[in-house]
């Protein structure tokens, strides 16, 4: 009965290989995050998505594809990966109430690039 | 969003409380303040946020000067689990079906002592 959560939880890929992270809610948020955590535990938005329609895009390149196939999924795929995209990955849902936003976050993918 | 100043550690005996500070001198009038905490290895979690009355709820205590420029975050009985990086974090209420990035800065580091 986890509220947020993320598969796989660790992956260890070779450089220029192209992988999936999947994330799904069971909060019936309608808006959905990825975040990346570097090793100087900073954590950075990615994107962020509304109803399966993205509404926060930072700079990211654009190997970094998200898909929302419905609103309790967002997955993120990364092409051609390189050993910089090496970091924790968190997911994380929201409700608004009141206009006021709590963010729910997922347990985290880390990846390692070799 | 206005710019949050934490310190970068501090130590709280076990079964004390533990108090963090957060200074947020350039806060608007329509921001509020949250606290989120991040456990080793784990997701960031929620803990409490206020507008300008303290709040209170079943993890923590939040204190707001009256100016707002300062707040303190109150954990009334610090266990070994409440090791973790707090953040503070200061953002402006927003209207459902939009998204607002959380501006994760270094936080705090707390560390309960046996």
């Known amino acids: 009965d986890t509220a947020v959560s993320q598969t796989p939880k660790y992956l260890v890929t070779q450089m220029g290989n192209d992988k999936s992270i999947k994330c799904e809610q069971n909060?019936?948020?309608?808006?959905m995050y990825w975040y990346k955590q570097d090793s100087k535990k900073f954590l950075k938005i990615m994107f962020s998505?509304?109803?399966?329609?993205?509404?926060i895009n930072e700079t990211v390149p654009n190997r970094f594809s998200p898909k929302s196939p419905d609103k309790a999924h967002l997955n993120l795929h990364i092409n051609s990966l390189e050993l910089g995209d090496s970091a924790v990955y968190f997911c994380?849902?929201?409700?608004?109430?009141?206009?006021?936003?709590?963010?729910?976050f997922g347990p985290g993918t880390r990846l390692l690039v070799l | 969003d206005a710019k949050t100043t934490q310190p970068p550690s501090m130590d709280c005996a076990e079964g004390r409380a533990a108090n963090l500070p957060c200074n947020h001198s350039t806060i608007s009038g329509n921001e509020y303040v949250y606290w989120y905490r991040q456990i080793h290895s784990q997701g960031p979690q929620y803990i409490i946020h206020g507008l300008k009355n303290n709040e209170t709820n079943e993890m923590a205590s939040l204190i707001i000067t009256e100016d707002r420029k300062s707040s303190t975050l109150i954990l009334p009985h610090a266990t070994l689990r409440d090791t973790a990086v707090y953040y503070c974090?200061?953002?402006?209420?927003?209207?459902?079906?939009?998204?607002?990035?959380?501006?994760f800065g270094s936080g705090t580091q707390l560390t309960v002592l046996p």
């Open positions: 998505y509304n109803n399966k329609e993205l509404i």
């Open positions: 994380a849902s929201s409700q608004v109430f009141r206009n006021q936003e709590t963010q729910y």
């Open positions: 974090i200061v953002m402006i209420g927003i209207s459902s079906g939009s998204a607002r990035q959380l501006t």
């Open positions: 909060l019936g948020h309608d808006t």
